[in-house]
T-cell receptor, first 127, second 113 residues
Framework: EAGVTQFPSHSVIEKGQTVTLRCDPI?????LYWYRRVMGKEIKFLLH????????ESGMPNNRFLAERTGGTYSTLKVQPAELEDSGVYFC?????????????????????????FGPGTRLTVL | GQQLNQSPQSMFIQEGEDVSMNCTSS?????WLWYKQEPGEGPVLLIA?????ELTSNGRLTAQFGITRKDSFLNISASIPSDVGIYFC?????????????FGQGTTLQVKP
């Protein structure tokens, strides 16, 4: 089974330009997340889709960032216009959407039912 | 905002040594997770913890969910070169298991053969 894929793997753009990142989640995963890691810091949550709906967009830095998930399949994250501080690695993750989401016991170890599977990331450099 | 403090920031150890890293928070989490990221890859889940006091092992890895629900540790025994990578702790709030994760800053582990 294919994992989460992201495109492009690297992008170098100049300040003021526009960049669009794409994420293809694992087939059948309704939950899709975007995260960002600025060099040396923590991985920070940006937003969460359930199918095509934005469940939580509390982590989006500002209105220069626009995320879409048309049809509930792949997602795009557009940065327009890009600023220097937008540089970092953008990760996408996906997880299953189970009928009973209130259960507090998963399978532990490395096979959590609710595991967020991460893509390899897109490294964005804004010059 | 919500923050996890992860330490140490980096470790350079000899093959065969044991490793310990931990995360603390001022907030209570319902789930603690440990991920590993290797170069060019995204983070991969190592261990998930759901109950305060829970101690879980995965091969040479052992992790615990602190009693206060505000901390967790990860131990790696008898390290080997392929343990190299960045280890992240992550926490999740609330009863839903599909919510966002809060990550620590990461511990970079290097192992000398």
């Amino acid at each position: 089974e294919a994992g989460v894929t992201q495109f492009p793997s690297h992008s170098v753009i100049e300040k003021g330009q526009t960049v669009t990142l794409r994420c293809d989640p694992i087939s059948g995963h309704d939950n899709l997340y975007w995260y960002r890691r600025v060099m040396g810091k923590e991985i920070k949550f940006l937003l969460h889709f359930v199918k095509e709906s934005k469940q939580d967009e509390s982590g989006m830095p500002n209105n220069r960032f626009l995320a879409e998930r048309t049809g509930g399949t792949y997602s795009t994250l557009k940065v327009q216009p890009a600023e220097l501080e937008d540089s970092g690695v953008y990760f996408c993750a996906s997880s299953q959407d189970l009928i009973d989401n209130t259960a507090t016991q998963g399978y532990g170890v490395g096979s959590d039912l609710y595991t967020q599977y991460f893509g390899p990331g897109t490294r964005l450099t804004v010059l | 905002g919500q923050q996890l403090n992860q330490s140490p920031q980096s470790m350079f150890i000899q093959e065969g040594e044991d490793v310990s890293m931990n995360c603390t928070s001022s907030s209570i989490f319902n789930t603690w997770l440990w991920y590993k990221q290797e170069p060019g890859e995204g983070p991969v889940l190592l261990i998930a913890l759901y109950k305060a006091g829970e101690l879980t092992s995965n091969g040479r890895l052992t992790a615990q969910f602190g009693i206060t629900r505000k901390d967790s540790f990860l131990n790696i025994s008898a390290s080997i070169p392929s343990d190299v990578g960045i280890y992240f702790c992550a926490g999740r709030f609330g009863s839903s298991n599909t919510g966002k994760l809060i990550f620590g800053q990461g511990t970079t582990l290097q192992v000398k053969p």
